[in-house]
């Protein structure tokens, strides 16, 4: 079974650019995360999307960070214009079963700001 | 909300030791499950371990197992026979029984000495 898949998984840019980030998640896997962990810190959720519908934006910084997840599958999140404290890496999981709670990661992308 | 609470941001244990990881959480709720994630240098998160609240025995996944106490809020993991492929940050990971997302904490690293 092939797993959640990334990319890129590392990207350098300048403040005040734009970077995305891609993620497909596990086949059949209807509930998609993305989660920013900042180096030293434990991963933080941004946002979560039930197929197509967002469930949970509560901590996405809305006014530079957008996410979506177009025909209920692949997901992109966005981020224009970058700072600098959005050097982190950007985590992708998915999950099928909701009651056990076990997520599925990617590697993740690793974002460098300069 | 719920928080995650991990005080030991870094451990260390012989080879075919045990070791101790710690973790409490602050929550209301008596709905939830408690995870345990490692995450090796550069690879994918992986669950090692999970357990239900209303479980009252406490789970085991071979060389992993936890001391789980409700009414001291607290999950912790023990690594038995340590191996060199345990190194890696491990996270306890907080679900409520209601919600779908994970709540981390901040992250434990361990190294395996040989």
């Known amino acids: 079974e092939a797993g959640v898949a990334q990319s890129p998984r590392y990207k350098i840019i300048e403040k005040r650019q734009s970077v995305a980030f891609w993620c497909n998640p596990i086949?059949?896997?209807?509930?998609l995360y993305w989660y920013q962990q900042i180096l030293g810190q434990g991963p933080k959720l941004l946002i979560q999307f039930q197929n197509n519908g967002v469930v949970d934006d509560s901590q996405l910084p809305k006014d530079r960070f957008s996410a979506e997840r177009l025909k209920g599958v692949d997901s992109t999140l966005k981020i224009q214009p970058a700072k600098l404290e959005d050097s982190a890496v950007y985590l992708c999981?998915?999950?099928?079963?909701?009651?056990?709670?076990?997520?599925?990661f990617g590697e993740g992308s690793r974002l460098t700001v300069l | 909300a719920q928080t995650v609470t991990q005080s030991q941001p870094e451990m260390s244990v012989q080879e075919a030791e045990t070791v101790t990881l710690s973790c409490t959480y602050d929550?209301?709720?008596?709905?939830?499950?408690l995870f345990w994630y490692k995450q090796p240098p550069s690879r994918q998160m992986i669950l090692v371990i999970r357990q239900e609240a209303y479980k009252q025995q406490n789970a085991t996944e071979n060389r992993f197992s936890v001391n789980f106490q409700k009414a001291a809020k607290s999950f912790s993991l023990k690594i038995s026979d340590s191996q060199l492929g345990d190194a890696a940050m491990y996270f306890c990971a907080y679900r409520s029984g209601g919600a779908q997302k994970l709540v981390f904490g901040q992250g434990t690293r361990l190294t395996i000495n040989p």
């Open positions: 999981a998915s999950s099928f079963r909701q009651a056990t709670g076990e997520l599925f």
């Open positions: 086949s059949g896997h209807a509930t």
């Open positions: 929550t209301s709720e008596s709905d939830y499950y």
